[in-house]
């Protein structure tokens, strides 16, 4: 009896040391990775600055306006709508830590949903993080989930009609990107929505671009998705795109699938909308393995097969389609948008230096041009 009261014990002690571990690193999902922003930035603000509705809460995030000596347009630039696309983040990241502004003004906004950084998608073995080298050192950033985190949205409902009026699963009332114009007393997503609309009104922002990154075999891939008020737009960057050799193509926002931001922020606003799409292969569903590295290189077998049968809409040979390209695709694209933008508006020029060129990032990787680590 008394070996019984042993093994009970020692049975006891492992399931605390696993709860204890488990619940260590669960918490650890709570840790923000560290940004340094460039010495340029103007102002820091939070999202509840525009919405006090969010302060305090999980859905709170960090706003960086960077503003030259010139009057000029606004560019609000949008990460991390959904944190397991995470090229968006990145080159959000990257803006923010490096950009010079000489006229007009670019906010960037790193972690739109900021909830959903802090806990992975359930059953999919995604890594809670991954690092880039530096000159200096390591860093470490966040991977996260499409949606808002349960714990901070609950329960879902079997079937979610949006602020727009769209019906959808219910799992789509935590989708940030099917959640505008937002509700001021809705859920914590739509309160997230409710606040980048006040933003975007508040700093009167002529060009809004959300960054976003979608699986290989999903059509709507490499593309600039656009609300018709930037057909012309639009059009002109995909032009000056082609001329630099980045091969893209264009979206129409439909205009009866409502709640997404290329849709919500032009009808809502004075803002020509505009999101972009890039190849992301740990978010598809054919890729074999998830890990940090699929996260970096891009590199799967399962996609060479795909694209050796016609099943993507992109392009994938041995050497995958890395970080870098996808950043690189995200800085040349809002590159263009810019200049498009002043071409259109001439008075709503927005020059902006210290930013990376495509081709170094591609070249030399991301984390090349981020800050060291303090």
């Not at 914590?188 to 976003?212: F, G, N, P, S």
């Not at 390209?325 to 498009?340: E, I, P, T, Y």
Request: proline share 7%; with cysteine.
């Amino acid at each position: 009896m008394k070996r019984h009261h042993i093994t009970a014990l020692l049975l006891l002690l492992l399931a605390a040391l696993i709860c204890y571990y488990s619940g260590r690193n669960f918490l650890k999902m709570h840790e923000e990775e560290a940004v340094y922003p460039s010495s340029h930035l103007t102002t820091k603000k939070r999202l509840s600055d525009y919405f006090p509705g969010l302060k305090n809460s999980p859905g709170d995030s960090s706003v960086y306006i960077f503003e030259g000596q010139k009057e000029g347009g606004t560019l609000l630039i949008l990460g991390g709508t959904h944190p397991n696309e995470p090229a968006g983040f990145i080159t959000a990241i990257l803006l923010v830590e490096n950009i010079e502004v000489k006229q007009g003004r670019v906010i960037i906004v790193p972690r739109a949903n900021n909830s959903g950084f802090m806990h992975s998608d359930p059953q999919e073995g995604n890594p809670q993080r991954y690092s880039l080298g530096t000159p200096s050192g390591s860093r470490w950033f966040r991977y996260g989930s499409r949606l808002t985190n349960p714990i901070h949205q609950w329960p879902d409902p079997v079937l979610y009609v949006n602020p727009a009026g769209q019906k959808l699963s219910g799992t789509e009332s935590r989708n940030l990107n099917r959640s505008y114009p937002g509700r001021k007393h809705g859920s914590l997503t739509e309160k997230i929505a409710y606040a980048i609309m006040r933003l975007i009104d508040e700093e009167k922002t002529d060009l809004a671009v959300d960054l976003h990154e979608a699986a290989p075999e999903y059509p709507v891939i490499n593309a600039i998705v656009f609300h018709e008020n930037s057909a012309e737009l639009a059009v002109i960057t995909l032009m000056t795109l082609q001329m630099e050799g980045v091969d893209i193509r264009l979206e129409a926002s439909p205009r009866n699938l409502r709640g997404l931001s290329h849709r919500e922020w032009g009808d809502f606003s004075k803002t020509h909308a505009i999101l972009l799409e890039t190849a992301n292969t740990s978010h598809g569903r054919l890729k074999g393995k998830p890990s940090a590295t699929l996260i970096i290189n891009g590199k799967d077998k399962n996609y060479q097969k795909a694209a050796q049968l016609g099943r993507l809409f992109v392009p994938f040979d041995e050497d995958g389609i890395p970080l870098k390209q996808r950043v690189s695709r995200h800085l040349a694209s809002l590159r263009a948008l810019v200049s498009g933008l002043y071409e259109l508006y001439p008075d709503l020029l927005i020059q902006i230096q210290n930013v990376p060129s495509p081709t170094d990032v591609e070249q030399a990787g991301v984390g090349a041009f981020l800050r060291p680590p303090k």
